[in-house]
């Protein structure tokens, strides 16, 4: 093989291979020139639902919608060629029946050119798992704190503490059991990540769990600094862009007052510049 040929994406075997390998890669984006700069340093890229509050300005994932999903994954679609892309089933759109999950996964898929669903719930959800992928609809599955059930769970809380442990178990087991190649764990103790992760054959992608799980993901926006609305604990900030961004912004706000902005190498003159003779 060629040492230049392009790195193909991953699929969602792929990702299931490497249990136990190299650590997983993977964050958010809702963009294509986010995506472009993920491109291949990502092993898959996720489209999530996030993007409400991330982009949209609300308060929750609740009130995200198929054509917002669909958007966004086209938009982040367009900026990838060697990383897999994932997206998120909205609220309300799985959690009927199978089959509204399947004409549902089945329209992310066709529409958006994703390598895979994500959804949220453990056992509760693995029938519906089951039934996706014995329909060539490959699902990562998402577990611990899950955000469209926050109003059932109480809030953003920590998930998996005590008792719960052993339900946060049995809901690994089955979703892992029911075909999902990969599941997400959020907000779940270190220890418990770690016994999940050791328990059972898919790997875990953690975000607030273990840096024993398979892989990680973090939402974009979070690590560049760029939403500043809140900092979850398990967030680190790889860099302070919306800072950067905020300062940028006042000093064009300070120019064009002053009139400094444009300069003259800015404009135009009233004709155009002569050709030098070569």
């Known amino acids: 093989m060629s040492a230049t040929a392009r790195k193909t994406a991953p699929m969602p075997q792929d990702i299931k291979a490497r249990k136990g390998g190299t650590p997983i890669v993977s964050l958010t984006a809702y963009t294509t020139p986010m995506a472009q700069l993920m491109d ?9 639902d996030s993007v409400g509050m991330v982009l949209h300005g609300l308060s929750s994932t609740l009130d995200v919608t198929m054509e917002m999903m669909i958007l966004h994954g086209q938009a982040v679609r367009r900026g990838l060629n060697s990383s897999m892309l994932v997206i998120d089933m909205p609220f309300g759109s799985y959690e009927e029946s199978p089959e509204q999950a399947f004409r549902n996964a089945a329209r992310l898929m066709s529409e958006t050119g994703a390598g895979a669903v994500k959804l949220e719930g453990g056992s509760t959800m693995a029938q519906t798992i089951e039934f996706l992928t014995k329909r060539g609809i490959p ?3 998402h577990i611990g ?8 769970l109480g809030g953003y809380k920590v998930q998996g503490r005590g008792p719960a442990a052993d339900q946060m178990m049995v809901d690994a087991k089955a979703v892992a059991a029911a ?11 270190e220890t418990l990540a770690d016994r999940i992760t050791q328990a059972i054959d898919i790997p875990t992608i953690g975000i607030g ?22 900092k979850a604990k398990f967030v680190k900030r790889y860099s302070h862009l919306g800072d950067d961004a905020k300062s940028a ?26 050709q030098k003779a070569p």
């Not at 704190?145 to 059932?152: A, E, N, V």
């Not at 120019?255 to 135009?268: C, I, L, N, S």
């Open 40 to 48: 291949g340093v990502c092993d898959f890229v996720l489209v999530g």
């Open 139 to 141: 699902v990562m599955a």
């Open 145 to 152: 704190l899950t955000p469209q059930s926050i109003h059932t």
């Open 179 to 189: 075909g999902a190649f990969a599941v997400v764990l959020e907000k779940v103790p």
């Open 209 to 230: 769990a273990s840096a024993s799980c398979d892989g990680q993901i973090l939402v974009v926006d979070d690590m560049l600094g760029l939403f500043t609305a809140f």
């Open 249 to 274: 912004i006042d000093t064009y706000a300070r120019e064009v007052q002053a009139r400094t902005f444009p300069a003259p190498e800015h404009v135009f003159a009233d004709e155009a510049p002569k």
